[in-house]
């Protein structure tokens, strides 16, 4: 099935900036809708923001007006730009398909600390 690979983490001071990057070894053009996701130490995953192949986009309010996802059907990526990062942001970020998921990747690290 389609792997994905998330870079782009890394630790940075509250309100810094970091964009993270999912590449996949597949199309990702025929998925409908591509979502990021977090895990901190103790939690569930959850869904952090998605977006379909049309650009239609929905966060979770935690991170509305902060983070933004984009997708790039022809390079087979999805971005989530992280802006005023917070210390509650910390956690592994990783993407799949909304629906339908793929094998999960490592993931990529997001630490906010001062």
């Known amino acids: 099935q389609v792997q994905f690979v998330e870079s782009g983490g890394g630790l940075v001071q509250p309100g810094g900036s970091l964009r993270l990057s999912c590449a996949a070894s597949?199309?990702?053009?025929?998925?409908?809708?591509m979502g990021w996701y977090r895990q901190a130490p103790g939690k569930q995953r959850e869904l952090v923001a998605d977006i379909t192949t049309g650009g239609r986009t929905n966060y979770r309010d935690f991170v509305k007006g902060r983070f933004t996802i984009s997708r790039d059907n022809a390079k087979n990526t999805v971005y989530l730009q992280k802006n005023s990062l917070k210390p509650e942001d910390t956690a592994v970020y990783y993407c799949?398909?909304?629906?339908?998921?793929?094998?999960w990747g490592q993931g990529t690290q997001v630490t906010v600390s001062s």
């Open positions: 799949n398909a909304k629906y339908r998921w793929s094998n």
């Open positions: 597949g199309s990702i053009y025929i998925i409908y809708a």
